[in-house]
């Protein structure tokens, strides 16, 4: 009989297009071959609100179990009140800092956990579940870090089953004392760059694991929209991705060039998209279309500040075609630097740069193409993704806890004294 592995997840449907859905349900399907998988997830599918969209349930998907809860907490506007002071007691500590690392946070540990259950989607259910049920796992993978799902869960199972994939960038949450506890009691970190576990192990301290990724589909496809330049975005349409900026940016450069280049937006549009004879909103697209697009395009962007992995940007990378992000985020600067694929985008000055550069040197976008394939090909293979999951896994003893793991500093957090 196989052993049976969870991977938690705040919200899993085939039409959501979340980072962490797509990295969840791809590990799960990873596994299937080597173990039974159970991927546990919420009636969610909203993030804004976590209402209950779909039904609790236990189904099979394409033979991964899928189980439901039900949320039992949900997001409302006091969150968001707690969200506003958060912000402005991580600016302060930032601004008092001086050029060193900042202080820690002074909130109350009561607070932080508030800020986490209203958050959402907090559930009894799932987290009744796992206390119930955990001994059937030899491990249960949680991911993202941010969510209830994750931080009141991992409390009810052993140390030796609880492996964190992070999906860290450096937000405001991060810097919370709560989750660097947390992160400490885990048997296993999976990281998706190396960019991410520096950051996540500058402000947790060292954890054991390694990188594990994500695979990226890198068949090649045939270019769409051939003769017509655009620029590319693809995902979740909202300020958080950094498409306000993208389009103010876009709308710029039209009105200081003559060119005919347009802005093709693929995915749900929450930011409300200016009427404009050269954006091309798409909408959701499947998946052939969208790599057709990626394929074609003279420059896919992404100039969210926000990213751990940044999956579009790597699809985009594996089908030859150069990006521009954001030099905010140290993730997708990485994925530039060792690549030698693309631009870091500090202001409008190298937007309009790297878009020159690319609309006359085919040459260069050419040889940044191949070098971007390269990249992905060497680092973001689903065999080498399913081994390093694999291998974690095998790890693991049920009961033991790992050399070096420490447990001293959170044992009082997580009611072990």
């Not at 349930?57 to 189980?67: I, S």
């Not at 994500?214 to 958080?240: E, N």
Request: hydrophobic fraction near 40%.
């Amino acid at each position: 009989m196989k052993r049976v592995v969870g991977i938690v997840v705040p919200r899993w449907h085939p039409t959501v297009v979340g980072g962490a859905e797509v990295l969840g349900w791809q590990w799960a399907t990873l596994l299937k071959s080597h173990f039974s998988v159970d991927l546990l997830t919420t009636c969610a599918v909203d993030l804004a609100t976590w209402a209950n969209d779909l039904p609790e349930e236990t189904k099979e998907e394409d033979g991964v179990t899928v189980r439901r809860f039900r949320v039992s907490q949900g997001r409302t506007p006091y969150w968001h009140q707690l969200h506003v002071r958060l912000l402005a007691d991580c600016s302060e500590l930032v601004a008092q800092s001086d050029g060193q690392a900042p202080r820690q946070l002074a909130w109350s540990q009561a607070l932080q956990e508030e800020f986490i259950r209203r958050q959402g989607p907090y559930s009894a259910a799932l987290s009744g579940f796992l206390a119930r049920e955990w001994r059937q796992y030899h491990a249960l993978i949680f991911l993202p870090y941010l969510y209830p799902t994750t931080y009141f869960s991992v409390r009810l199972i052993p140390r030796s089953l609880f492996v964190l994939a992070p999906l860290l960038h450096d937000e405001a949450p991060a810097h919370m004392p709560v989750y660097g506890h947390m992160a400490r009691r885990a048997r296993a970190v999976l990281w998706n760059t190396p960019a991410e576990r520096s950051f996540g192990e500058s402000i947790w301290g060292q954890l054991p694991g390694r990188i594990a990724g994500m695979g990226i589909d890198t068949k090649q496809r045939q270019p769409a929209l051939v003769g017509s330049p655009y620029l590319l975005y693809c995902g979740r349409i909202d300020p958080h991705k950094g498409c306000d900026l993208l389009v103010d940016y876009f709308l710029r450069y039209k009105q200081e060039k003559r060119s005919p280049l347009r802005l093709v937006l693929t995915g749900k549009d929450e930011l409300g998209l200016p009427s404009h004879p050269d954006i091309d909103f798409r909408g959701f697209v499947s998946e052939e279309e969208k790599f057709e697009l990626m394929a074609g395009a003279r420059l896919f962007v992404l100039l969210s500040p926000y990213e751990s992995l940044s999956i579009s940007t790597l699809e985009a990378m594996a089908q030859k075609t150069p990006v521009l992000v954001s030099a905010k985020a140290a993730v997708l600067v990485e994925h530039v630097r060792q690549s030698g694929d693309g631009f870091a985008c500090h202001d409008y000055q190298d937007f309009a740069h790297a878009i020159d550069q690319m609309l006359v040197e085919s040459g260069a976008a050419l040889h940044m193409g191949e070098r971007g394939r390269d990249y992905v090909l060497a680092n973001y293979s689903r065999d080498r993704v399913q081994a390093a999951l694999v291998k974690t896994i095998e790890e693991i003893e049920p009961g033991s806890i790992p050399e070096g793991l420490r447990t001293d500093d959170a044992a009082d957090l997580w009611g072990l004294k």
